[in-house]
C-alpha cells in the first residue's frame, strides 16, 4: 500500500500551499468505497483530523479550525485528494499526513484509528 503525500514547505502567514496525496490504481482498489482524509501533528501534540472524504458521502468533513480555509478535493479514480489550504497561520505549523481506510454512508472517520494506511507526511511551517 502507498500513499506518496507532496506540497509542503515554508511560507508566511496568510499564504496558500496546496498539497497533494495519490495512491496507486491498486491501492486505491483496496477498498470498494473508501475514506481518505488528511491529518496533521504539531511537536508535542497528537495528530488530529484536518479534512477528509468518504466516497459515501457527497459533503467533506473539515476540522472547525480549518473551515472556511481549506478545502480538499478528491478525483473520482479514487487515486488522488489535494488540499487547499489558504489564509495559512503559524498554529498550522505541522506535518501532514494523508491517509486511507474504509468508508461509509453514514460518517467520515475523524480520528486517526479510523484509517488503516498511511503516507510519509509532509512539513508544513508557516512563520509568523
Known amino acids: 500500500v502507498q500513499l506518496q503525500a507532496s506540497g509542503g514547505g515554508l511560507v508566511q502567514a496568510g499564504d496558500s500551499l496546496r498539497l497533494s496525496c495519490t495512491t496507486s490504481e491498486r491501492t486505491a482498489g483496496i477498498y470498494a468505497m473508501p475514506a481518505m482524509g488528511w491529518f496533521r501533528q504539531a511537536p508535542g501534540k497528537e495528530r488530529e483530523f484536518v479534512a477528509g472524504?468518504?466516497?459515501?458521502?457527497?459533503?467533506?468533513s473539515y476540522a472547525d479550525s480549518v473551515k472556511g480555509r481549506f478545502t480538499i478535493s478528491r478525483d473520482s479514480a479514487k487515486v488522488r485528494v489535494d488540499l487547499e489550504m489558504n489564509r495559512l497561520g503559524p498554529d498550522d505549523t505541522a506535518v501532514y499526513y494523508c491517509a486511507l481506510g474504509p468508508g461509509s454512508v453514514v460518517q467520515i472517520g475523524t480520528t486517526p484509528r479510523s484509517y488503516a494506511y498511511w503516507g510519509q507526511g509532509t512539513q508544513v511551517t508557516v512563520s509568523s
Open positions: 472524504f468518504s466516497w459515501g458521502i457527497s459533503r467533506p
